[in-house]
């Protein structure tokens, strides 16, 4: 899911890192004093998640685990998403700094989506919960793969079958992080419900 | 309530120790070296499999001039005979591999590293050799000096064949995996922050 330096175009680099930028202006200002260390375990294990891989295919897939962040944190995943990738690109080398805006859009705005979509469902308990949790999982993965394939698209139309591969191998890890998320956030209910609370209604 | 802190630490501390002894993403990493006149090199993608079909270029770093391309096979190797005009020159040569769906990584390889072994592959000048000794049989003097160079040639190419695993791990081992430090040492930072921006917060 990180795009590596001098692949995108400038014009690209700079629309991810606009909305890159705002979209941290708005999780900071939703940030309360209470909230920021249940945040930074949340970006944690963000952090984290992404040297999980599962081979698959030609190459192999890592967690992402967007959907979680969104459901959890809403706006507040942006900050905490660019920390992490920040992070990574620091110490594993992924991504790059120029491009650090592009892969913080791409993961968080998917996320930011999908919490606002799910969110009626998620405050319910049982079942609808559950499923809220799965589709945002399945739903974050694939439109961060969009988003990506877009931007490598409108960077060069040579991308095209690239960018529709990317897709297509990101399908297997939607319904993992699906389950996963599912699976986390039941738990997360049942053991500790003030963890649900974490995003600003 | 003592159960919900302990699941705030389990969660990040399980999924460090779920991923130690494979703890790779997608990223595609490439390393080259030199191996009796072509230049070799191996791509592979983070998660240790061979990066196939991927698109090699390799660049003249004094210009940015594009020497060649090429696609790595099956098993992620691609080799080329070094060019001539590089190896005149003393070109850098800039190694860079595209998988094609946004992963792009480059191996430098200075002049000096490829070149190094090239200068010595032809024989000692008659000069630096022992200064033979006339024999007095002199079919066997001639015997004797071809065995000498080709001593020399046989060593070549022995050490040559024996050196390149060497260099290959070598290359390999520059560039570094993910270890648990790293990783700990990435959460110890977010809670660092965590720390400065609870700071901020509260003044308000």
Redesign the interface.
Known sequence: ????????SPSILITGGVVAFAGTAIGLKK???DK??????L???F???????V?LG?????LILGGLMGLLLGWICFPAIL??LF??M?????GGLVVLGVNTATMALPAVICSYLFRPWFLQNGKKRQAAAFACGFLSVLLSSIL?AL??FSTDRG?LQ??L??IATQIPLMFIEGIITMFTISF?AK??P?FLQIRAL | MK??TS??II??IL??F??CP???????RIFAWEESGTIKTETQ???G?A??NAAITVINENNNQELLTGTTDSRGFFSFVIPKAAKENQYDLNIVV????????NWHLKAADYLETQENVPPLPPSSLPAPQKPANEHEFSVCTVDEEQLTRIIESTLEKKLAPIKRSLAIQQDKK?SLQ??L???G???G??GI??YF??K?
């Open positions: 899911m990180h795009i590596s330096e001098g692949v995108l940030l309360d004093y920021v260390m249940n945040v930074s375990l970006t944690s294990t952090f984290v998640a992404s040297l999980i891989h081979p030609p190459g192999s897939i890592h920390v992490a992070l990574q620091v110490f594993f080398q992924y990506m931007a490598l991308f690239a960018s591969l990317i997360l053991v500790q003030e | 159960y919900s699941l705030k969660l990040p999924l460090v779920l991923n494979t703890s790779h993403a997608h990223k595609i993608f983070s998660s499999r990066a196939k595209s998988s094609g769906d946004g992963h792009k990584n993910p790293d990783i040492g990435g959460i930072y977010i809670l922050l965590a921006t609870a917060k509260s308000k």
